[in-house]
T-cell receptor, first 111, second 114 residues
């Protein structure tokens, strides 16, 4: 059974701070990793994807991947109240088309 | 920007009735998926569909469930005899070929079984 674990949260940070979200996965053949943002009652919205070890930056978001440790993280710099949402980590392997999701971490950014 | 569209946004059905959820994937995408999310729980994979056949399905996707691509644009999920525990948000997603390609999700259909 492939597992994706996220830090349980909820996570609360002040506006302007860095929010750090973490995810570990159990299946070593996993090849691609995605962070989605989900507002309450809405569908997952893709924020970042990462496939290679190291960091990938896109605006205020940085994804970090360490395949040896089976660990992927998302940093949100200069957090804004509009970033308040549940962040989902999703993992795909090379052969199956499906994504396996973690439970999500709920982030609250306080003004 | 092209998007995945789902109808209806909310479906209320009596237990035991059949329900069909509809999706129009992004036009150049070739992989199609259904996921569900029970309130307060994680997003769970149901089924993937490629080249007009199921490529993978989860344990949840039992004989009560079926998928179909009846024409060149629609992708449907049918639940033959609904149960109370089928109440959930159902998300359709699509992607181009390749595990590195992200899945794009529709807005979902909220299914309520009474």
């Amino acid at each position: 059974q492939k597992e994706v674990e996220q830090n349980s949260g909820p996570l609360s940070v002040p506006e302007g701070a860095i929010a750090s979200l973490n995810c570990t996965y159990s299946d070593r053949v996993s090849q691609s990793f995605f962070w989605y943002r989900q507002y309450s009652g809405k569908s997952p919205e893709l924020i970042m994807s990462i496939y290679s070890n190291g960091d990938k930056e896109d605006g205020r978001f940085t994804a970090q991947l360490n395949k040896a440790s089976q660990y992927v993280s998302l940093l949100i710099r200069d957090s804004q109240p509009s970033d308040s949402a549940t962040y989902l980590c999703a993992v795909r392997d090379t052969n199956a088309g499906k994504s396996t999701f973690g439970d999500g971490t709920t982030l609250t950014v306080k003004p | 920007e092209p998007e995945v569209t789902q109808t209806p946004s909310h479906q209320v059905t009596q237990m035991g009735q059949e329900v069909i959820l509809r999706c129009v994937p992004i036009s150049n995408h070739l992989y199609f998926y259904w996921y569900r999310q029970i309130l307060g729980q994680k997003v769970e994979f149901l089924v993937s569909f490629y080249n007009n056949e199921i490529s993978e399905k989860s344990e949840i996707f039992d004989d009560q469930f079926s998928v179909e691509r009846p024409d060149g644009s629609n992708f449907t999920l049918k639940i033959r005899s609904t149960k109370l525990e089928d109440s959930a948000m159902y998300f359709c997603a699509s992607s181009v070929v390749g595990s590195n390609q992200p899945q794009h999700f529709g807005d979902g259909t909220r299914l309520s079984i009474l």
